[in-house]
């Protein structure tokens, strides 16, 4: 893709690029003029070809043959003289391993991991485990572009948000940072296509266990991402909330559906919802839906764009607040692409798809 | 299944067989062993031979050429002479003129529309228009069979409950019948399988765009199933009450996959609810999951069980109360032969899968 | 389905109870009105509850809390005290030492690898290894039930036919035995669902990367299932013959559809290909679709039968040969039941889905 | 998406956006660098926001609130000045008359119907009809670029090859061009996902009767694709051929797998097949897939790129020549825009995605 861009684009490195969040890197990075892959790492995969790994890239000059390279953290130092960026697609802990040589060495960092996402270190390691470089957490920025837009120009170590936040976050954070809502009692119901699970094969991605089977798990409060919602959504707040959160397995391969519902405070009505969704959402890869539309992750697949969409049920004042989201695009990788190009001065969309595949 | 089928078994007629509850029906009666299949109809396909309208019964003796016969109401009479049974399978206004037919030609009826399943004439008129039969409602019983098994022995109009108000009620009842929620503010969040739209193609079940669409519907208390929820839970807790609920496409074929929100009350355990469960449901066809397993679609398609499960978040004090049903089985066909059954003084189980299609 | 089961039920055991043979024949031998499920063994899953192994049992009387037991050769006489018939869902190799102990305890053993399917152990052993008990091969009856019906009657050791050999079979066997179409030079292309390869989680079952890939795998005469396609339609024709054969992954779960092209002889029409075929399969549970009509894995899902149809391309003189089966039921688990129903003088159908799940 | 590129770029319209082959052309036209989006014309939507119709645009400037317009052939010359280029994605002969109006006003045309892709008049009115404009079949160039190379600089009439002949003829015509196969008997087994009938509902892609179905259709030489593979493989063979063809509904959504055979001439082995199509695609968009490797629709979806691998049966002399592509992409639509990238004297992949959506 792309025509020659007249400044030299900057080189990319993807760690990790095995896994779904790389090759979803990969795609994008490949279609942004800005930015050339210049580094491939690896963990499982080193020193295999890269058309062996990711066999859809076969036949793309330049793509398919690169050799994928294993990566130590004494290697960051050489690293930082052939790339500019590199994006961390590695699990927890060994993520922060990782990104804190590549920053020290001078890289610009985007971590995809939880391991910087967390402001409080306590937080962080009730669910996690130590941390291995609690020292960066002041220097990373939570790469929420719309709502860390004055935080990211310039910033050095990004921490990508995990894909179920972004999805409750996002349609949330208007109405209780506005007081649309009662900040207690929120519940957050979120379906997840399973890629989210990752690349490797389990009994609950199993297409045969999987194809027709929908279903919650870690319910009640467990599932690791709870500490990251309420860490943002207590932000937008500017109060501490607790939310419940379940989230469900879904019969599809990408994708997230959240609703999400909460008490109105007197006032509220959908139309003030889409409001205050709109004015904190001028600017940026966020899509008020219209009265009458409904959020399906049909139409964000592939896509940077999340879609948020709001009811009032005037029987129960309940506010019914829904997002859809590709979870490897807005929610991992292009999520972390927007953050780049703010953190670079770049606009937000820059090279990145905001209409998804249809079908 | 089993039972020694020593007498003449009932003849059982279908009206409505060429869609998703008829065929459902059509299985099921073929497997049970005392109910023989006597008579097909339907309205758009009278006069088309079974196995061109279902295809999967080709080369079954005796049923693939079946001729398809069209009904209108002059025919009960004459109908009574043939069959014992007829499960209507009809849209709403529709069946309620044939039920109301062939239920004062003699026969016994089982109704899978939503036309006798309000008790309140006014609520159903309010969702459904003008009711054709308002005058057997008094005669009707409401088929959920643990939960009205009192008032089923003998019944000869039997409303067979719709698939989100089986999945929402199943697992809140005992907790509402208990005192272990608090009744205001439940919340029900239900993800069902595209065969709830039943056979008609449109967009929302068109393959390209439903296999990895994921998206809510009538959202903030506009499904016609809110009334029938309402009026079960109200029935079971003792009190009105009034529930949030949100019905979702999910991109699968059968199944609904339900988790409801309710505020506990003191006192209120995950082991309680699964008592006040397992003691609701000792007899029947609903399973009570032990601690530590959660429900799956996938483990009840084709079956005549739902499973429940129940899990509290302490951080929150909200009881998540889960189900997985088949719709077309457990929500629709199978639990209208399970009323039947007890309507014949036969056992629950009698010839109905409990054990489901794996994988 | 049905029959007064007067006598006795026959004690069933299911060696291999985890897997997704050994799953599906739990669900037919429960529906079934002449058998018991007395014994449930596996080898990775012993000492756990049938309930955890297989949820979908969860609270059936008797089932559930059925604990799996280990096996080992030792135990074949103590068990063949306690049950009549067993049948084995193993891997090939460890399946016939088991099978070999169990017939020699004086059990009528139905094996569902491919241990003793292939006539010839010298073919057997260059595709599997060291046959570990040859000298059963001339005791044990291929259990296809329509071209064996004659052998099958008594048989104590049952060899069931392989899922691909099935669809590959029963369409084609007519035509050759009947000199409809040359043997030679043809190609038979099989598009399976992927629980063909199994409970065990892999990267092509993986749903993520399964969903949408259809792929051919093990072509140019590499699948096992080659020998034993090849020896069934040379017993049929008369003649040794050979096939080109491809299988390939569909994104679904259970089916296979079957199209073989072979070239026609002169005289040959679909019409008489159709006579071939409704004359060989006059008795038994395969049907011979009317003209117009195309088999769909989608009318056979759960069912015992296959569905077969004929073209001619009247351009090329090919015949294409067309075949649509549930893998498991018709192809694997339903099959052995159907061959175990003829080997103690029962119907075929007894107790046997003739109808799948529909939708 | 993307950084301005120096030239002005080219204005297109899109004729038939709200159909998968428009909709996919907006996708891939949004992030073509020198191409922009400047009208939007359809049949059934005229006078919709596009957002309504492909709610994945919402939000996007300039693209959401674009107003879909009729077109009528009055409006040809006047919509000339507006626009350089149109796609036209409309149903036959429709698009034949809107096509003729369209090169007649001056317009470069690219026609993804079947209007204008077979050479012989006579050979498309047998198939489709009467021809509403064979005079300009003599100007149309046949849009594979990889085989049409030398025709498509400054074409300004080019007919879109239609998916199955895409993903048949690509494998095969570099055997039957350099005689490694006999021309006579060949068999096209292919597989397509869905997407292919289009965005009309029906039976066929209603998701229960859908997902878990898989079923050839207009076998034996129906298929009104057979004539333009048969032109195209003659073409490249130098000899009439004629072949078999099954096209397959397969249970996803986009993407085609395609399994041909030939029988092997002498000398033919599988590695001389690679090399053939290895030397035939030094150019363009057709990877050929190293030893061991074997297509997958995974791999190619949302890709401009086909995959094609070879293997030769030793035992029967047949060769087994594969592909995948994405139907609507490599099938459809991003072929149409590599073939309007050559006509333009373009590099084939500019603007276009080489590496597919994964998973």
């Known amino acids: 893709m792309g025509e020659p861009a007249s400044p030299a684009p900057l080189r990319v490195g993807i760690l990790g690029i095995g896994g779904y969040t790389g090759a979803e890197l990969l795609r994008?990075?490949?279609?942004?003029p800005r930015l050339s892959l210049a580094w491939a790492g690896a963990r499982e995969n080193a020193g295999r070809r890269l058309g062996d790994v990711l066999p859809g890239t076969e036949g793309v000059a330049g793509v398919a043959e690169l050799r994928i390279e294993a990566f130590v953290e004494e290697d960051a130092a050489r690293l930082a003289e052939t790339i500019d960026v590199v994006?961390?697609?590695?699990?927890?802990?060994?993520?922060?391993?990782?990104?804190?040589?590549?920053?020290?060495?001078?890289?610009?960092?985007?971590?995809?991991?939880?391991d910087f996402r967390l402001r409080d270190r306590a937080v962080y390691e009730e669910w996690y485990g130590p941390h291995p470089a609690p020292e960066l957490?002041?220097?990373a920025v939570y790469g929420q572009p719309?709502?860390?837009?004055?935080?990211?120009?310039?910033?050095?170590l990004i921490a990508a948000p995990g894909c179920y936040p972004t999805s409750s976050v996002l349609p949330l954070a208007p109405l209780v940072a506005a007081g649309l809502v009662e900040i207690e009692g929120v519940v957050?119901?979120?379906?997840?296509?399973?890629?989210?699970a990752g690349r490797s094969p389990s009994p609950v991605t199993h297409l045969p266990e999987a194809s027709e089977g929908l279903r919650p798990y870690k319910v009640a409060g467990t599932h690791r991402h709870v500490p990251e919602i309420e860490q943002e959504l207590s932000r937008a707040a500017g109060a501490e909330l607790r939310v419940t959160f379940t989230p469900h397995l879904a019969p599809m391969s990408r994708g997230i559906s959240t609703t999400a519902y909460a008490r109105a405070r007197a006032g509220a009505t959908a139309e003030r919802c889409r409001e205050a969704a709109r004015a904190r959402y001028a600017s940026g890869l966020v899509s008020v839906l219209p009265e009458g539309r409904l959020p399906d992750t049909l139409w964000v697949r592939g896509s940077a764009r999340a879609h948020v969409a709001y009811?009032?049920?005037p029987r129960t004042s309940i506010v019914v607040a829904m997002c859809a989201i590709d979870n490897l695009a807005r929610g991992a990788s292009a999520q972390a692409l927007q953050a780049l190009n703010l953190a670079l001065g770049w606009p937000d969309a820059l090279g990145l798809?905001?209409?998804g595949l249809f079908p």
């Open 146 to 156: 719309e709502l860390h837009r004055e935080e990211l120009p310039g910033a050095r």
């Open 87 to 114: 994006f961390a697609c590695l699990p927890h802990a060994a993520s922060a391993r990782a990104c804190a040589a590549l920053y020290r060495a001078g890289l610009r960092v985007v971590d995809l991991s939880a």
């Open 353 to 355: 798809p905001e209409v």
């Open 28 to 32: 994008l990075v490949l279609g942004h």
């Open 137 to 139: 957490l002041a220097a």
């Open 311 to 313: 009811a009032l049920d």
């Open 188 to 196: 957050i119901d979120a379906k997840s296509g399973v890629s989210g």
